[in-house]
């Protein structure tokens, strides 16, 4: 900033905030424009599209300067946020008539995208987290990473602890925060961070001694043990410190409600690494411009199970689908639940209409503690609770006298600590009018017969109306002047008009208060008294309404702690219900889970893909997985079916673990600790990293996190590099997931060599998708059949695709020509190409470096390999070896 001694009072008022403000643009009341100076008004000129003006500062430097309209601030707002800005607000604090000098002003609230509260920058079907990331002190025994996140909107608040690496990456992933608070020179996840906020803040804040303190105080409490938080959680309390003391700079005058913190232990749920969850396509399509109904991207899982009825439903979906569970009985209690809402259809049907007018509680419920909500959203708030008797009885009605097998079903839980909420409810539907105005004072708030006082005013403001219409009639009578009205206007107030052509007809006690054009406007003592009395009333009824209002809202907010949890109640049941409902319209079945190994598949579909096609087309494939049959090389043709199959089992045990039925005849699942889906290849190239680096370490982030107990898909490993290169890496790391890992294994692969491994490792399996060939023609029948592939139709799928004949053509020549020659590389290395599997192996993994492919390919074998193929080497001394080499080489170079 320039300038310094010359600046005006306002200018250095305005600096003095704008310091503790660096990093946000301030929006500087001055009457009824917000303004913004130097780089904010730049800024803001470039985002908003504002004119840049300039004001002078007092001194010789013009000061540039862009305005907005408070009225209009809203959607400025909105437009920053967006843009990912953190935008403080500075409000005058004083009024402007009786202050003394430069009226004061303070930052009354800094909106961030972590911290927004506005509907319009928000997605109902989503929550919008604010996470804290906290790493271990260097003297903390526990290495472990926490994160803490928030939702202001929903007052949700979570702590996560998890290993730095993938399961912390998994954690931040599943938040998908809009803003992320970071240590200051700490490192960061390792997650693309596209369109996050990322804010740094100093180490010291995340001190876990003070963040206890802090965090007691903050929920009343003597200490945090109470909320399952003991003395070992120091990274997640520093997390969680940083976080609240981050909310209250944002909110000097009052930090949202949050729940007291839920700490999530490890080993509940399973951690989802971000190429999982993408490349399953659980709520992000993998490309991102498929078309999106309701804000729930089609062709992802979310978009097929999601028909939930509630925005608490909808973000819960989202966050177990995020989360699947890795123990039996949590997920049987879900199961029964589904199950028994599927048998009770009809109570299905009750509730779901109960639950469908049931609005945002729990973020309403947060507006209202936060003195937000307005009358429209307290009604709303009350009728949506409203509607909790009957989701209750529908509720009792499918649970049903007891459960199928004794186990306790999500239905008998919820059903038992049910809340109606009746005694919140009552009131607000009581007192306000069935659609309240946005804003006390426009229309009417608060019913009539609600509370006397107010009826009082509103009966002497109608009697001032009416008494105005009566001197209106009596005034015509007395004067004869039948045009003569009695109107009123916000300067001069209630008046007598009459035009010009009446004048002589004026009685003496008419005071002139305006002339216009063609009359003049008159009072009268009477006049002046009823106008008193109805302007006064009206005033003192807003003050009333407003009153009224408030003790309602103060009231409702006052129970947010129970709001919260029947919100979350209602956010299952729907949840369950919807599971129920898509099972029953999709054919799915309840899956039975097990604590062993096996994982069998009868009849699986693939949920999203089967969805896209026409009913019944899709076809059903079986698929079973044994510790004695437990890593299954699948291949076959480009077009097969071979991702479908992958995803298909992996969606399948995401699914059961996820207490949603399953798209299958019939399955049987041994619980997964994890799941790693790994397509090879993709684009990830937004990453930074080549395609092949990024593969690669992803493909050893698996070999160093699975466990036998884990399920791994990988779908093309190795192909981003050469042949040779691709199949010797494949190869290897099937060997160890075989050997050293021991867990079930699909590896969907276009090298058939590795068909092979079958023969070498006891518990691997080849699978095949069938197709059939016609002529050079193929048709894809996606049906899986033991047995490998033995080649790769590549071309076949070219011609499908519309390759020119001539291409075509000269492609199978090519082919021909190079199969000729890996023929020769066979022989050349010593290796019988009849000779049994076992041998050939050899011959896959010995050649390291491929050989420059123009060699060969459009001449026949080089003259070399016939001597090569007359040498014994046994027969041969060190050093003869030797010098044949050399000599060959010389040869070969020539
Ligand atoms: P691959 O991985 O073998 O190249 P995909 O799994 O991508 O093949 O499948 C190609 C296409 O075949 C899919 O987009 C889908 O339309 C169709 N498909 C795959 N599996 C099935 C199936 N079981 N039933 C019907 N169509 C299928």
Request: charged share 25%; net charge negative; aromatic share 4%.
């Amino acid at each position: 900033m320039s300038g310094g001694g010359g600046a005006t009072p306002l200018m250095q008022q305005y600096r003095e905030i704008k310091a503790r403000h660096q990093d946000a643009i301030l929006l500087f009341r001055m009457g009824d424009f917000y303004e913004m100076f130097y780089e904010d008004a730049e800024i803001a000129s470039r985002v908003l599209g504002l004119t840049l003006t300039a004001r002078n500062n007092g001194g010789a430097a013009e000061v540039p300067l862009a305005g907005v309209p408070v009225k209009a601030i809203a959607d400025y707002l909105r437009r920053l946020v967006r843009h990912g800005h953190r935008v403080a607000i500075c409000e005058q604090v004083e009024d402007p008539r009786f202050a003394k000098g430069i009226v004061k002003r303070e930052v009354v609230e800094t909106v961030t995208p972590g911290a927004a509260f506005a509907d319009d920058l928000l997605d109902g079907h989503r929550n919008n987290f604010l996470c804290a990331l906290a790493v271990p002190s260097p003297r903390a025994a526990d290495r472990r990473a926490a994160l803490a996140a928030a939702d202001l909107t929903t007052g949700e608040f979570r702590l996560v602890v998890a290993e730095p690496g993938s399961e912390l990456d998994a954690a931040v992933a599943r938040f998908a925060p809009r803003e992320l608070l970071v240590m200051r020179g700490a490192d960061g996840p390792a997650v693309p961070l596209d369109g996050v906020l990322v804010t740094e803040r100093e180490g010291w804040e995340f001190d876990p001694s003070m963040a206890r303190e802090e965090l007691a105080r903050h929920f009343g409490v003597l200490s945090l043990e109470g909320f399952g938080i003991g003395v070992g959680d120091d990274t997640a309390v520093g997390a969680a410190g940083a976080l609240v003391r981050y909310l209250r700079e944002l909110q000097p005058t009052g930090v949202p409600q949050l729940a007291p913190p839920q700490l999530e232990r490890a080993g509940g749920t399973m951690p989802l690494d971000e190429m999982t969850r993408r490349n399953l396509e659980l709520v992000d399509p993998l490309r991102p411009d498929a078309a999106a109904a309701d804000g729930v991207p089609a062709g992802t899982l979310l978009a097929v199970l999601d028909r939930t009825l509630t925005p608490m439903g909808a973000r819960l979906l989202r966050h177990w689908l995020l989360a699947p569970l890795v123990q039996r009985s949590p997920i049987e209690a879900r199961l029964e639940a589904v199950t028994a809402l599927g048998v009770a259809a009809e109570s299905r049907q009750a509730l779901r209409e109960a639950l469908d007018g049931v609005r945002d509680v729990e973020r309403l419920a947060t507006k209202a503690a936060a003195a937000r909500a307005s009358p429209r959203e307290l009604r709303a708030l009350g009728d949506s609770l409203g509607r909790l008797g009957a989701v209750e009885t529908a509720l009792r009605a499918a649970v049903g006298p007891s459960a199928s097998d004794g186990s306790e079903s999500r239905l008998t839980m919820l059903a038992t600590g049910w809340d109606d909420a009746a005694d919140i409810a009552a009131p607000i539907v009581g007192a306000l009018v069935d659609r309240p105005p946005l804003q006390i004072g426009d229309e009417e708030t608060i019913r009539p017969g609600v509370d006397a006082a107010l009826d009082e005013l509103r009966a002497l403001r109608a009697g001032g109306k009416d008494a105005i219409a009566r001197i209106q009639q009596e005034e015509r009578d007395r004067t004869g002047i039948t045009s003569l009205k009695v109107g009123f206007n916000r300067v001069f107030g209630y008046y007598i008009e009459i035009s010009n052509a009446n004048r002589h007809a004026v009685p003496d006690e008419y005071q002139r208060r305006q002339t216009l054009t063609g009359a003049e406007r008159y009072v009268t003592p009477a006049l002046k008294e009823y106008e008193e009395r109805v302007l006064t009333a009206s005033e003192r009824i807003e003050t009333r309404e407003r009153e009224l209002f408030e003790t309602l809202r103060r009231q409702a907010g006052a129970e947010i702690r129970r709001l919260q949890r029947l919100a979350a109640a209602v956010a299952e049941l729907d949840v369950l219900g919807s599971f129920a409902e898509v099972a029953e319209r999709e054919g799915y079945v309840r899956p039975l889970l097990s604590d062993d190994f096996t994982l069998e598949i009868r009849g699986g579909r693939h949920p999203v893909v089967e969805r896209m096609m026409p009913r019944d087309a899709f076809i059903p494939n079986d698929v079973h997985l044994t510790e004695d049959a437990r890593l299954v090389i699948l291949t076959g043709p480009n077009m097969a079916g071979k991702s479908t199959i992958l995803r298909q089992v992996g969606l399948i045990v995401l699914m059961a673990q996820v207490g949603c039925f399953v798209p299958a005849a019939r399955a049987t699942v041994g619980i997964v600790d994890r799941l790693f889906t790994r397509v090879g290849a993709s684009d990830n190239l937004v990453r930074g990293q080549s395609t092949f680096m990024v593969e690669m370490s992803e493909t050893s982030a698996i070999l160093h996190t699975a466990t036998s107990r884990s399920l791994v898909l990988l779908d093309e490993i190795g192909r981003g590099t050469s042949t040779y290169d691709g199949v010797s890496i494949a190869w290897a790391v099937s060997e160890h997931l075989h050997e050293e890992i021991g867990c079930k294994t699909i590896f969907a692969t276009h090298y058939h060599e590795l068909v092979q491994l079958a023969d070498e490792l006891p518990a691997v399996r080849n699978f095949t998708v069938d197709v059939r060939e016609s002529g050079d023609r193929i048709v894809f029948l996606h049906r899986l059949r033991p047995g490998g592939a033995d080649r790769s139709y590549g071309i076949e799928v070219g011609r499908l695709a519309g390759l020119p004949d001539a291409v075509l053509a000269r492609a199978r020549e090519v082919l021909h020509l190079l199969e000729s020659e890996q023929l020769a590389r066979d022989l050349a290395v010593g290796v019988d190409p009849s000779a049994a599997p076992g041998t050939r192996r050899r011959a896959i993994t010995a050649p390291r470096q491929a050989p420059t492919p123009q060699l060969g390919l459009f001449a026949d074998a080089h003259p070399v390999l016939d001597e090569l193929r007359a040498l014994e080497p046994d027969a041969m001394t060190p050093i003869e070896a030797l010098t044949t080499l050399a000599r060959l080489v010389g040869r070969a170079k020539s």
